[in-house]
């Protein structure tokens, strides 16, 4: 049995994503007029494709090239680096990756220096210029201690809002992730909730203070809207597998429950990246392995952050969460019943999210959000297998 795969140029083809890291310079080795091709790919291929396509899919958003973005955002740029010294843009290249509508540019200047800018409009999305703005205000005063890409300059000009900041060599893991790249990430969080705690409190907020509305305690509001036939009959379920929708269908009660608790196990004093992905950190040969795309950081529990980041780097080819806790020295040292706790509210959140209609510019966040929650309700059901428990209020164990 043979699959025939139609490959078109850009990024999101399968050639340039294996070829080529999405945040840095080079990562559309196709130009936009080649011709399609068609490959065929043998059955045994199709878990692979899976993966790939997952993370593809996943990622794509509608980007703005910066040659032709307003003269007035790419002024206002200019006039930004002018003011901290540096000197005129004399290149840019595109940079794929990442859910961020808008322009996302590596800009080479004047005497060979390299920055990377960021920036969106409230046409495009009406949220993302507030993130990057707030992202901005963060990154110029976090310690030195956190690993980071430094601020350089905040943009904002009528309805754009976008921040420049140093450029990091290197680039986002290779996929399938290897083992020595779930390390690195794990070490990130690590390294975070060893930190002394940071007090900017009218920047960096409790996590457990921002789960009133939004898709958090996604498992009461799928239950309150009596989704579950919603849920079954959008594309979104075809990712999930029998068994799973079946537990899912039982469960759903029960995690609702387990849900209750997830406010208060989310409590801590560590900083969180709060979207901490495998295409949101570079890979740099000087600093080792950088997180970016701070625009959701917050105060919390790192295992809040461990178990969401295990999550994604399962998609992303890498070994099963509830295995790969145990290899950080977070998830050792926490309860299961804590850890429990927090997957059923990242599941939640994501198995409510998933069914949302999709924001504008980012028509396929999700996809990625269905799966995450599949990678929950897995996850949710190895508690069961091995520690042989029934969640409270379910209907039946599977």
Not at 25 to 38: D, E, H, L, Q
Not at 69 to 94: F, K, M, Y
Not at 96 to 119: D, I, N, T, Y
Not at 385 to 393: A, D, H, P
């Amino acid at each position: 049995m043979c699959l025939n795969i139609i490959s078109a140029a850009g990024w999101s083809s399968l050639e340039a994503r294996r070829a080529h890291n999405p945040k840095v310079k080079g990562s559309n080795p196709f130009p936009a007029t080649k011709k399609a091709r068609y490959h065929e790919v043998p059955g045994f291929l199709f878990p692979v494709l899976r993966l790939f396509a997952s993370r593809i899919w996943s990622v794509s958003s509608d980007r703005i090239s910066w040659h032709v973005a307003p003269q007035t955002l790419r002024h206002e740029v200019q006039a930004a680096l002018h003011v901290v010294g540096l000197g005129n843009i004399c290149d840019s290249e595109s940079i794929s990756g990442g859910f961020s509508p808008g322009v996302v540019e590596c800009l080479s200047l004047a005497g060979g220096q390299r920055v990377f800018f960021k920036g969106s409009s409230t046409e495009l999305n009406p949220v993302t210029p507030s993130l990057h703005l707030g992202e901005a205000r963060l990154l110029q005063r976090l310690p030195a201690t956190v690993p980071c890409a430094r601020w350089i300059a905040t943009v904002e000009t009528g309805p754009w809002g976008g921040l420049v900041t140093e450029f990091l060599d290197g680039g986002n893991p290779m996929l399938p992730v290897t083992l020595n790249s779930v390390l690195n990430m794990i070490g990130i969080v690590d390294q975070l909730a060893e930190l002394e705690p940071i007090d900017l409190p009218d920047i960096l907020h409790p996590l457990e203070s921002l789960l009133n509305g939004g898709y958090w305690m996604g498992a009461r509001q799928f239950l309150e809207a009596d989704a579950l036939a919603r849920f079954a009959a959008s594309p979104l379920a075809s990712v999930f597998d029998a068994a799973s929708v079946a537990w899912l269908t039982s469960n759903l009660h029960g995690v609702a429950t387990l849900e209750t608790g997830f406010g208060l196990a989310v409590q801590g004093r560590a900083l969180l990246h709060r979207d901490l992905r495998s295409d949101n950190v570079i890979a740099t040969p000087a600093q080792g392995f950088v997180p970016v795309d701070w625009a959701w950081a917050c105060i919390g529990n790192p295992v809040f952050e461990l178990v969401s980041m295990l999550a994604s780097l399962h998609l992303d080819g890498g070994p099963v969460p509830w295995e790969a806790i145990g290899l950080s020295q977070v998830g050792r040292t926490t309860a299961p019943e804590q850890v429990r706790t927090i997957v059923a509210g990242v599941l939640g959140y994501f198995l409510w999210a998933s069914i949302q209609p999709p924001p504008p510019g980012i028509a396929h966040v999700r996809s990625f959000q269905a799966r995450m929650a599949l990678v929950c309700v897995q996850w949710m059901r190895s508690f069961e297998q091995s520690k042989n428990f029934r969640i409270t209020g379910s209907a039946s164990n599977s």
